[in-house]
């Protein structure tokens, strides 16, 4: 079974304005952790942010938020101000503490408009 | 600090041959994956080192192998190239394993074509 799931292939975003990327995930650990990435068209994969299945609150870093809503088991990234550079493929990824390898979703690809 | 340096970063081999990549990780961490990225697979796991011993590996054949040396240095080998094994091969190093808060770092990556 799936378990990440990122059902927008791909987005465009007018510069300076926010944009939301969905992603859904799938375990019965108690214990987890999720985390998004951004690969521009360079290929190097670039950690955004991480939010841990017991932090109380959602996790910033920057134009980055998270948007963690653990009963609809939810962590969607929400960019601030895009600027062009956020031009990129982004990957949400979970760790379970009974695996030992991150399982990534599918990736929304951002396009950001001048 | 340093990031995760791959090498090469792109290789042309052909069928049949074999391929060595290298992964160098952030200094201090102890632990590095392996995966490889397709556009019909996505990002799926090869292999996790720690302290040179292979503690996880992903669902993949026996051509791909890896190893890891004293100083979490990692290299990874495919042998016998086939044309699907063409892909970009990403390194990532993390502080240690088996800690699902503890963050991986990725390199830029080896992008393989296989002809």
Known sequence: ?114 | KAGVTQTPRYLIKTRGQQVTLSCSPISGHRSVSWYQQTPGQGLQFLFEYFSETQRNKGNFPGRFSGRQFSNSRSEMNVSTLELGDSALYLCASSLVAGDYTDTQYFGPGTRLTVL
């Open chain 1, 1 to 114: 079974a799936q378990k990440i799931t990122q059902t927008q292939p791909g987005m465009f975003v007018q510069e300076k304005e926010a944009v939301t990327l969905d992603c859904t995930y799938d375990t019965s650990d108690p214990s987890y952790g999720l985390f998004w990435y951004k690969q521009p068209s360079s290929g190097e994969m670039i950690f955004l942010i991480y939010q841990g299945s017991y932090d109380q609150q959602n996790a910033t870093e920057g134009r980055y938020s998270l948007n963690f809503q653990k009963a609809r088991k939810s962590a969607n990234l929400v960019i601030s101000a895009s600027q062009l550079g956020d031009s990129a493929m982004y990957f949400c990824a979970m760790r379970e503490v009974n695996d030992y390898k991150l399982s990534f979703g599918a990736g929304t690809t951002v396009t950001v408009r001048a």
